[in-house]
């Protein structure tokens, strides 16, 4: 079975930080991996999907890394702002089935 | 063009209630997605439709839940003889085919008192 882990659940930083978000995969046999983001009482955004062929996709201050044999992703924020402050979810498109697992998130807080 | 849309966007009900909760998807996504995703927790997975089929249905929690695409566009979650753990936001998906960007809509958030 397929289980998603993001770490840190929660994170706290001053602004124009760059900062590393984690998320990890037990089954490397995956379609793609998405990274959304949150905002309360709201629907989740897309943010960047990586196929599984792929090393990293960049949107903006946002750049994602894929390493599949490893079960690993990460999402790095250049020079956060306070209006990066959201719940970032990962999710993984397993193989053989078409229903994204996601992650718990990580609820990030940019301080002014 | 529109994005995911769902009704209601808040709905409550009294135990022992049948509920039906609406998604539309983005015109031309032939495959559309149902999850549930509780407080603190990341969504999960319910069932999903590739145009009027429902191709995967292990999600669903009971058969108490139900869901429909009869014409292969609006999709219909309906959830009879409601509980106090039904409590959710139901969040609908909707993409351009399998295996690729999922969309989401605003979710509904149901309350079962």
């Known amino acids: 079975k397929q289980e998603v882990t993001q770490i840190p659940a929660a994170l706290s930083v001053p602004e124009g930080e760059n900062l590393v978000l984690n998320c990890s995969f037990t089954?490397?046999?995956?379609?793609?991996l998405q990274w959304f983001r949150q905002d309360p009482g709201k629907g989740l955004t897309s943010l960047l999907l990586i196929q599984s062929s792929q090393r990293e996709q960049t949107s903006g201050r946002l750049n994602a890394s894929l390493d599949k044999s490893s079960g690993r992703s990460t999402l790095y924020i250049a020079a956060s702002q306070p209006g990066d402050s959201a719940t970032y979810l990962c999710?993984?498109?397993?193989?053989?089935?078409?229903?994204?697992?996601f992650g718990q998130g990580t609820r990030l807080t940019i301080n002014p | 063009g529109a994005g995911v849309s769902q009704s209601p966007r808040y709905k409550v009900t009294k135990r022992g209630q049948d509920v039906a909760l609406r998604c539309d998807p983005i015109s031309g996504h032939v495959s559309l997605y149902w999850y549930r995703q509780a407080l603190g927790q990341g969504p999960e997975f319910l069932t999903y439709f590739n145009y009027e089929a429902q191709q995967d249905k292990s999600g669903l929690p009971n058969d108490r839940f139900s869901a429909e695409r009869p014409e292969g566009s609006i999709s219909t979650l309906t959830i009879q003889r409601t509980e106090q753990r039904d409590s959710a936001m139901y969040r609908c998906a909707s993409s351009l085919r399998l295996a690729v960007e999922q969309f989401f809509g605003p979710g509904t958030r149901l309350t079962v008192l």
């Open positions: 089954d490397s046999a995956i379609y793609n």
């Open positions: 999710a993984v498109t397993i193989q053989g089935a078409q229903k994204l697992v």
